[in-house]
């Protein structure tokens, strides 16, 4: 795995992560948070394609981990991301899913607008 671009690489994975450890939410107003979140990362023109994996269960955790990214995250089965780390798991073991099928499954308000931004390749967030 490489080390991240930029530091708004990092943010960028950081931010898509923080989604990923709270989303599904049975809180309105976290998913919107969470969805305007991800809309303004986009519109900036981070990379729609980041691709995430669940891995392994032990001690009570699962982990997420990016494709192409030296980041892991390891989250408690109590968490919301432990729903979210299921739905992964259930595609198959190191098939992973995008953020364009994520936002479906989170039943996120914008995921409409979430799924055209996913769609357009990388921009200038990069630059």
Do not use: C
């Amino acid at each position: 795995m490489q080390p991240f671009e930029t530091p708004r690489e990092s943010i960028w994975v950081g931010a898509f992560g923080q989604a990923l450890l709270s989303l599904p939410s049975y809180q309105p107003g976290e998913n919107r948070l969470y969805g305007e979140l991800l809309e303004i990362f986009l519109k900036a023109g981070a990379d729609p394609s980041l691709r995430v994996q669940a891995g392994s269960s032990a001690g009570g955790k699962v982990e997420f981990e990016f494709d192409g990214f030296p980041s892991k995250i390891w989250v408690s089965t109590r968490a919301a991301g432990k729903t979210t780390w299921e739905y992964i798991m259930e595609k198959g073991e190191g098939v992973g899913v995008t953020l364009y099928e994520l936002v479906d499954f989170w039943r996120l308000e914008n995921a409409e607008t979430l799924k055209k931004l996913s769609s357009l390749p990388k921009g200038s967030f990069w630059n």
